[in-house]
C-alpha cells in the first residue's frame, strides 16, 4: 500500500510506500475513513483467521504503528477484502469468498466472491476504574473520578465514588484523559486508548489509578 498527497490542483507528489501497515505477505483494499483518520485494509501476511483478513489503523503516518485486526465478527477463514464504510457511519460492505457466497458446484464452494453488507453497531468500552493507595496498593474510597475528551476537551464523566469502583461506557475510537483525586492525596492522571477493540463485540477494559498521599510542611 502506498500513499500520494495532492494538492488543491491534483499535482502529486513522489509515492510513499507505508512501511507501517505493509508486511512480508500482500497488502489490497486501502479504504480510508476520514472521520476518524483510519486506514482499512486487507492482508494475509500477518497473524489472523485465515487467508486475507481486515485491518485496521490510524497510526499509519509513522513506522511501527499499532495494527488491530477487526475479530471474527468481520473476518472468515477465508479471504475478506476490499471493506467500506458508508457515509451514514453505520453501514459496511466487504467482499468475500467465504462459505455462503454463490457457487455452481460443492466443489467450487469457495471459489468466488460476493459481497456482503452488515451494520457496524456503536463500538464501545466498558471501563472499570479503580482507584487505588499508592503506598498500601489498598482500595481508596471516596475519591473523585473526571474523564476528559482529549481531543474536544470536554469533560465526558464526572463523580465522586462511596467506594473505589468507577463504571463507565465510553467512545473506542475516542482518545481520554482520567483523573482520580482525593483530599490530602495528589492527583492520578493516566491517557486511555481504544486498541485492540471488537466492533460489535464486548470491549471491557479495567485501569487501577494509584494516588499518591501529599506531604505537607508545617
Not at 51 to 75: A, C, M, P, R, S
Not at 177 to 206: D, F, H, Q, R
Amino acid at each position: 500500500i502506498y500513499s500520494v498527497r495532492l494538492d488543491k490542483e491534483f499535482n502529486s507528489s513522489n509515492l510513499k510506500n507505508l512501511n507501517s501497515v505493509n508486511s512480508a505477505g500482500d497488502e489490497m483494499s486501502p479504504f480510508y475513513h476520514e472521520r476518524t483518520n483510519t486506514i482499512y485494509f486487507s492482508s494475509n501476511g500477518r497473524e489472523g483467521y485465515g487467508g486475507f483478513d481486515i485491518y485496521k489503523t490510524n497510526d499509519f503516518e509513522k513506522y511501527g504503528g499499532e495494527i488491530h485486526n477487526l475479530g471474527n465478527v468481520i473476518n472468515s477463514p477465508n479471504n475478506d477484502l476490499f471493506f467500506f464504510i458508508a457515509e451514514n457511519g453505520s453501514d459496511i460492505y466487504l467482499s468475500s469468498n467465504r462459505p455462503g457466497s454463490n457457487y455452481l458446484e460443492d466443489k467450487y464452494e469457495t471459489c468466488c466472491y460476493d459481497i456482503y453488507q452488515g451494520e457496524l453497531k456503536n463500538c464501545t468500552i466498558d471501563l472499570l476504574a479503580l482507584t487505588l493507595d499508592l503506598e498500601t496498593q489498598k482500595a481508596l474510597n471516596g475519591c473523585k473520578l473526571v474523564i476528559v475528551s482529549v481531543e474536544s476537551g470536554d469533560t465526558v464523566y464526572q463523580e465522586t465514588a462511596f467506594e473505589n469502583i468507577f463504571e463507565v461506557e465510553l467512545d473506542c475510537e475516542k482518545e481520554y484523559k482520567i483523573i482520580a483525586s482525593k483530599e490530602s492525596y495528589e492527583n492520578a492522571e493516566i491517557l486511555l486508548v481504544g486498541n485492540n477493540v471488537v466492533y460489535g463485540g464486548e470491549n471491557e477494559m479495567t485501569r487501577k489509578l494509584f494516588l499518591k498521599p501529599a506531604i505537607y510542611d508545617l
